[in-house]
């Protein structure tokens, strides 16, 4: 087994490129966790920014994932139900996954996961809202986020959640070797978590955009949709309802 070190910052500018130099600059495996009370230039996917004030719970963990893992690209799936098991402890109300890589809450976003890939070290960052009110909140962001606190669940220590967190992580990683064996247990789970579900979506990937309706995630993790040309399985890309 392995030991992990946790740096705590007050301020940076970003875990996940904190965590992605050490990475890149160790001559050895990284098992690591760069944790911040805000991030000053947080970051999303697709380049967008991710809003970062204090009162969230914003950190970044390295995964070694050793030669060519079956299904690597699955690591971001497992992170959310992860982080959807520790969160559901806290409240009745149902988690769910918008695929590949939003928790959502009452219909509105309550965290965001990045994984990227350094020399073969997936660098998984996590962003849950926690204490925000409504007030901290800017007006272009209030309809599409959510945290803990408007949502009445009493915020929890947020070190012992990230905690949790990473110690599921890498149990199913590093014990049950989720990335190489069946997936079958996991996609059912993040199926009944799955939020797209027969919602119509625009599935946009550089200059294509794909349209239809989504059915489910496959085995592999894929998105399912169903369009006008039949079922097609979409691996990555930027999903937006198309309501
Ligand atoms: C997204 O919404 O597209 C993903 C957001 C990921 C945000 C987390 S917060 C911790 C880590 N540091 C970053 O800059 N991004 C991730």
Redesign the pocket.
């Given at each position: 087994m392995f030991s992990r070190d946790y740096i705590f910052k007050n301020e940076t500018?970003?875990?996940?490129?904190d965590l992605k130099e050490t990475v890149r600059s160790a001559k050895k495996s990284v098992y690591a966790v760069i944790c911040?009370e805000e991030?000053s230039?947080?970051?999303?996917?697709?380049g967008?920014s991710?809003f970062?004030p204090k009162g969230?719970l914003?950190?970044?963990a390295s995964f070694p994932l050793g030669e060519n893992p079956k299904n690597a690209p699955f690591i971001t799936l497992l992170a959310g139900l992860c982080v959807c098991r520790a969160l559901q402890k806290l409240t009745p109300e149902k988690l769910y996954i918008k695929w590949p890589?939003?928790i959502y809450l009452n219909g509105k976003?309550l965290c965001?996961?990045?994984t990227e890939n350094v020399n073969g070290t997936a660098v998984v960052?996590?962003?849950i809202n926690c204490d925000m009110r409504d007030e901290d909140i800017p007006d272009e962001l209030k309809n599409i986020v959510t945290s803990l606190a408007q949502n009445a669940i009493a915020p929890p220590d947020k070190k012992v959640l990230m905690y949790e967190i990473v110690d599921s992580l890498d149990e199913e990683l590093y014990e049950k070797n989720a990335l190489s064996g069946e997936t079958q247990e996991y996609v059912r789970e993040i199926n009944s978590r799955f939020y797209l579900r027969d919602k119509p979506v625009k599935i946009v990937s550089g200059e294509t955009v794909i349209s239809g309706k989504a059915l489910c995630v496959s085995e592999s993790g894929a998105l399912i949709l169903l369009t006008e040309n039949g079922t097609k399985e979409i691996i990555s890309g930027e999903v937006n309802l198309a309501v």
């Open positions: 500018v970003s875990t996940s490129s911040a991030q230039g947080g970051r999303g996917r697709t967008k991710f970062s969230g914003y950190f970044s890589n939003d976003k965001g996961i990045l960052g996590i962003g």
